[in-house]
């Protein structure tokens, strides 16, 4: 089974703060994801990295940035935390040319 | 801008009912999936339809992919309280990516 892990269930932070959000996958899926999920609203892509070190913006990408240095491993920075950046983020992976996603647990950040 | 709009956003139904949740489109998806999301976890894929028109089915769960693919339902029969949860549809937008719909929130009450 794919199994995708991150790094916290429940993260707590001050505004000004930065915030390092961090998944990894051990299926060897070329593809992974960010995403952060507000009622309502349904899941928003934050950013995509397709290979190591390579990366793309999704629909919101404002106030965040990423990095991937192995395959395995996808990290989610948030600069300078702000509180409309509270929010659950969910980290995903899929192969190669597959639609189908597999999802960590999500992260509960508030900034207060 | 691909758009999925789901509907109804929530449903709080006995056990035994039936009930069907629909995921509306303008624009065509090359495919369309269904995770469910339990609270505290992240969405877990249930489905994935390609052909206009197909039907699959998961034991109590029906899921149809509209002929001109640009629309879905998740139909759940005789529903039970493990069935309670978040339903999500997502369509497959380029590169590997989805789009998602905003959710159904799904009580079932014993």
């Known amino acids: 089974d794919v199994k995708v892990t991150q790094s916290s269930r429940y993260l707590v932070k001050r505004t000004g703060e930065k915030v390092f959000l961090e998944c990894v996958q051990d299926m060897d899926h070329e593809n992974m994801f960010w995403y952060r999920q507000d009622p309502g609203l349904g899941l928003r892509l934050i950013y995509f990295?397709?290979?190591?070190?390579?990366?793309e913006k999704g629909d919101i990408p404002e106030g965040y940035s990423v990095s991937r240095e192995k395959k395995e491993r996808f990290s989610l920075i948030l600069e300078s935390a702000s509180t409309n950046q509270t929010s659950m983020y969910l980290c995903?992976?899929?192969?190669?040319?597959?639609?189908?996603?597999?999802f960590g647990p999500g992260t509960r950040l508030t900034v207060t | 801008t691909q758009l999925l709009e789901q509907s109804p956003q929530f449903l709080s139904i006995q056990e035994g009912e039936n009930l069907t949740v629909y995921c509306n489109s303008s624009s065509v998806f090359s495919s369309l999936q269904w995770y469910r999301q339990e609270p505290g976890e992240g969405p877990v894929l249930l489905v994935t339809v390609v052909t206009g028109g197909e039907v699959k089915k998961l034991k109590r769960l029906t899921f149809q992919f509209g002929d001109a693919r640009k629309d879905s339902s998740l139909h759940i029969t005789a529903a039970q309280p493990g069935d309670t949860g978040l339903y999500l549809c997502?369509?497959?937008?380029?590169?590997?990516?989805?789009?998602f719909g905003a959710g159904t929130i799904l009580r079932v009450k014993s």
């Open positions: 990295s397709y290979d190591v070190k390579m990366k």
């Open positions: 997502a369509g497959a937008r380029y590169g590997n990516k989805l789009v």
């Open positions: 995903a992976s899929s192969g190669g040319h597959s639609y189908e996603q597999y």
